[in-house]
C-alpha cells in the first residue's frame, strides 16, 4: 500500500455559500474531511486537518509549518503528500515548498475555485485528481506540483490568472507539464533542476514594489528608512526603470540592502538588454540581481529564504538566478 498524507490548510475548497446571503467563507468543520471520493485501490490516506485559513491570512510561517510536516512525513516512510489550500497564494506556498525541500517526495497542492455547495463546485475532483498525482510512480522528482482542472503545473512557474475561473492556474511561456485523463497521469515536459535550500526562519521584511510609467524614487526611498532585508521590484519589459528610481535605489544597494529584480509581464524573462538610463545592463552594473524566470511574489519567498540562510554576496546571486 501506499501511504498519501493529506494536509488541509483551509481556502475555499473548505468553505461554503451562505445560502442567504451569497457570501462564502469557513465552515465551522472543514467539509473535506468527512468528503467520501474515489481513491485508488492501493492508496491509504492519511488525513489531518493542519489549520483552517483563509489563502490571504496565510503567512510564511505557516509555510515553514507546513515545510516541516512533510520532512516528518518522510522520515515516517509516506509514499506522497497531497495539500488542500485556498487559490489567492497556492502558488506563493507551493513554491516555498519546492524551494526547500525539492524533489525529496511527490508534493502536491490543490484548491477549488467554487465552494463545496456551490453549483459546479470543482474542490472534489480536484482533490481527487491531486490524490492520483501524488500516488503515481511519474510524479517522482518533478518537484511540488500544482493540480487543478485536469492539468498538471509546476510550482516553480505556475501562477494564478484570472478572479473567479476554474481554469485560472496557468505557466506562462511553457504551459502545463501533464494532464489528468480519466484513466491516466501523462506528463509531458521534464524541467531543469534547481537549487534547493531549506531554512527553518522565515524572518525579515522584503517588499514589493511594481514600476509604472512616470515612477519617482520617493516610494523607495521611504523604504529605505526602513529595516529592509531585501526589495522585489517588477521591472518594465525585459527589465528596465524609469531613471527617476536610480538615486533611491542606489542608496538601498549602498546599505547593502539586496535588491532583486523581476518583469512584470506575464510571458518571457528579465535579462539586462538596454543600455540607456535605467535600462537592465545600468541596473545589472549598479548591483541589482536578475531573476528571470519567477514572478515577484516567487521572488520575494527566494529572497526570504537566501537572507535566513545568510548567503554570501556571491552565494545569493547564484541563487537568486538559478
Same mark, same amino acid.
Given at each position: ?7 488541509? /490548510?483551509?481556502? /475555499? ?61 518522510? @522520515? ?66 518533478? !518537484? ?33 507539464? !501533464? ?57 518594465? !519589459? ?9 538615486? @533611491? ?18 510571458? !518571457? ?54
Amino acid at each position: 500500500m501506499k501511504k498519501i498524507l493529506v494536509l488541509h /490548510t483551509g481556502g /475555499t475548497i473548505a468553505m461554503k455559500e451562505d445560502s442567504i446571503t451569497g457570501g462564502v467563507s469557513p465552515d465551522v468543520v472543514n467539509p473535506l474531511m468527512a468528503a467520501e471520493i474515489a481513491i485508488p485501490q492501493e492508496v491509504e490516506l492519511f488525513v489531518e486537518d493542519i489549520f483552517n485559513v483563509p489563502s490571504p491570512h496565510i503567512m510564511p510561517e505557516h509555510m515553514l509549518r507546513l515545510k516541516n510536516r512533510i520532512l516528518k512525513a518522510i @522520515a515516517q516512510k509516506f509514499s506522497g503528500i497531497v495539500i488542500t489550500h485556498g487559490t489567492d497564494t497556492l502558488e506563493e506556498t507551493a513554491f516555498f515548498l519546492d524551494t526547500t525541500i525539492g524533489h525529496l517526495i511527490p508534493i502536491v497542492l490543490t484548491g477549488a475555485m467554487r465552494s463545496s455547495n456551490e453549483l459546479g463546485s470543482d474542490g472534489l475532483y480536484n482533490f481527487e485528481s491531486a490524490i492520483r498525482v501524488a500516488s503515481c510512480p511519474e510524479a517522482r522528482d518533478k !518537484g511540488v506540483l500544482v493540480v487543478m482542472n485536469d492539468e498538471i503545473h509546476s510550482a516553480r512557474y505556475v501562477t494564478k490568472t484570472h478572479t473567479t475561473n476554474v481554469a485560472t492556474f496557468r505557466t506562462p511561456t511553457l504551459g502545463p507539464i !501533464g494532464i489528468v485523463t480519466k484513466q491516466r497521469i501523462l506528463f509531458m515536459q521534464e524541467l531543469l533542476e534547481t537549487e534547493h535550500l531549506d531554512t527553518n526562519l522565515v524572518e525579515g521584511l522584503i517588499p514589493i514594489v511594481k514600476a509604472y510609467a512616470g515612477m519617482h524614487g520617493d516610494l523607495i526611498e521611504t523604504l529605505a528608512k526602513s529595516p529592509l532585508d531585501g526589495l522585489v521590484i517588477e521591472a518594465l !519589459g525585459a527589465g528596465n526603470l524609469p531613471p527617476d528610481t536610480l538615486p @533611491a535605489i542606489r542608496l538601498l544597494i549602498e546599505k547593502n540592502v539586496p535588491v532583486v529584480l523581476v518583469s512584470r509581464c506575464f510571458n !518571457g524573462i528579465a535579462e539586462p538588454v538596454y543600455e540607456y538610463e535605467g535600462g537592465g545592463k545600468e541596473l545589472q552594473d549598479l548591483g541589482i540581481i536578475f531573476c528571470n524566470s519567477i514572478n515577484s511574489q516567487k521572488a520575494r519567498l527566494k529572497l526570504l529564504i537566501a537572507t535566513n540562510n545568510q548567503l554570501s554576496t556571491d552565494r545569493l546571486i547564484h541563487f537568486m538566478q538559478s
